[in-house]
């Protein structure tokens, strides 16, 4: 089997594993929904300062919805270190970490295709007028959220307490891409200047390249520890 064919074959594992089980997509749709219904009924704030504070509320959920899916990715991998049968069925180690991103980036943007139209319903606020740019952010700050993450997830994914260690680990390596995305979807909602929030696409799409490529280099050595 070729590069591209272990590559699609363990995404459609995952994929198969998750029809079988529904364990990563419905937890992380319950829990998105739950944290909507919470802050909606927890908040009541004027339309001006809703939309000032909306897109900290959606990456809050977001980030922390994506977690779960994080700390399941490697869950059946660890079991009978099947992770050690993958790593030699597959040419180059690095086939599966970009195939596990490959998952996890697809569980998440289902998540967030789903959740996105209930945030509007319950704030009842309209999509921004800017909804190409604001579709492009969400993108761009899941693919690096999912990038970094699932070599963080793989490196505690051994470890007793992982739940713990992959949000203590995972945070401070993605505050700049945070920040950045938040930036740009406040931009977007409040139609400010595009000079005012260009510049953190600039380092989003910075920081995507690092956590993307940087992790594809280490997953080999990492799975050798």
Do not use: H
Not at 38 to 58: C, M, Q, S, T, W
Not at 119 to 133: A, E, H, K, T
């Amino acid at each position: 089997m070729n590069i591209v064919g272990q590559f699609l074959a363990i995404i459609r594992k995952d994929l198969q594993t998750e029809i079988r089980t529904k364990e990563i997509l419905s937890s992380m749709l319950l829990f998105a929904f739950l944290t909507v219904v919470i802050l909606n009924f927890a908040v009541d704030l004027k339309p001006r300062v809703l939309r000032e504070v909306f897109p900290g509320f959606l990456w809050v959920v977001f980030i922390f919805t994506g977690l779960l899916g994080l700390n399941r990715s490697f869950k059946n991998e660890q079991e009978n270190d099947c992770i050690y049968g993958l790593n030699l069925a597959a040419w180059e180690s690095s086939i599966i970490y970009l195939a596990k991103t490959c998952s996890n980036l697809f569980f998440m943007l289902i998540m967030e295709v789903i959740i996105v139209p209930i945030f509007f319903i319950f704030f009842d606020l309209n999509p921004p007028s800017l909804l190409g740019i604001f579709i492009l952010t969400i993108f761009l700050g899941t693919f690096g959220f999912t990038a970094v993450g699932t070599l963080i997830a793989a490196l505690t994914a051994n470890t007793k307490s992982n739940e713990i260690l992959l949000p203590v680990i995972l945070f401070p390596l993605i505050v700049p891409l945070i920040l950045g995305v938040v930036q740009v979807t406040k931009g977007v909602f409040l139609n400010l200047p595009l000079e005012s929030w260009s510049y953190w696409l600039k380092i989003i799409l910075i920081f995507d390249l690092m956590y993307f490529l940087v992790p594809a280099l280490l997953f080999t050595y990492l799975l050798e520890v």
